[in-house]
């Protein structure tokens, strides 16, 4: 079992994907359950049989030394693990960590004495690619500083090519004209045709690597899933044209982030919270 900071939890609690989670709960200085609850881990089990756990974290509370504790919650998590494996489904890379005592959540320390389970139910596993998809493209873009091409000291008659070949990366470029088929992730005309000026720059700038990011309108709620769908379609799009995937990353952020306040006050507003960007990532 290898190690996961708790930080991708974060993320996607901050991105709207509400991944499970369950704890339970042990003795001072014990790493197996009571009958209480191996009961309650029993019930859980039943219930998700179609889940998938993705990662397990072990804690501790603060009596006894700190690698006392370090040990004692990774044992916690040792037999959760052996008690929930092949009754749940597990993700292929399965991630655990001990705490310890480091991060102490109550004062009450019988709620320190924990390992918690975060899973996907059913339902959710169909985002489960793209939740680890958009984890990994976030950190590549919190490395950069992203500023938007209109803001920039352009010349705007220049081409497409000779601006991306100006710019530094972070540089973030608006795409006109790309639409779907309503509620889908199917690319219309007018948007390959917009693509296609892409995948020229992405041709003549071998070393050139970009994100792309979606965004939705019109819903006050996030339908990432959706978003994330777009934008790998425009990544899609550009690999069938021959541009190397490993230089196409894709990610999708529902409607976090508008331009205008949801729901909007038009189409043109609508328009421009429905929008795909691009990112320079490297030149």
Known sequence: MQFLLSTVFLFLTLLGFSQQTFSVYFDTNKFDLTSQEIKRLQVWMNHNSNS?????????????????NDTLSLKRVA?????????????ADFKTNGFGESLKISDNKSENRRVTIYYLS???????????????????????SIKAVDKLNIHPKLA?????????????????????????????????EELNKWFEVLNNNPNLKIIVQGHICCIPKDDILLSSKRAKAVMDYLVTKG???????????????????????????????????IVIKEK
């Open 79 to 91: 037999y959760v693990y052996n008690q929930v494996h092949n009754k749940v489904l597990v993700r």
């Open 160 to 192: 497409l090519n000779e601006i991306v070949q100006k710019v530094l990366t972070g540089t973030l470029f608006t795409l006109e004209d790309i639409q779907f088929h309503f509620d889908s992730a199917v690319l219309m005309l007018n948007a390959k």
């Open 52 to 68: 998938k756990i993705l990662s397990m974290e072990g804690y501790t509370d603060e009596v006894g030394s700190i690698s006392y």
């Open 243 to 277: 541009v190397e995937k490993e230089r196409i990353q894709y990610i999708g952020y529902g409607a976090n982030r508008p331009i205008y306040r949801i729901p909007e006050k038009n189409g043109y507003e609508a328009l421009m919270n429905r929008r795909v960007e």
């Open 122 to 144: 059913e339902f959710q596993i169909e985002l489960e690619e793209f939740i680890i998809n958009d984890f990994k493209v976030q950190k590549s873009l919190d490395s950069l």
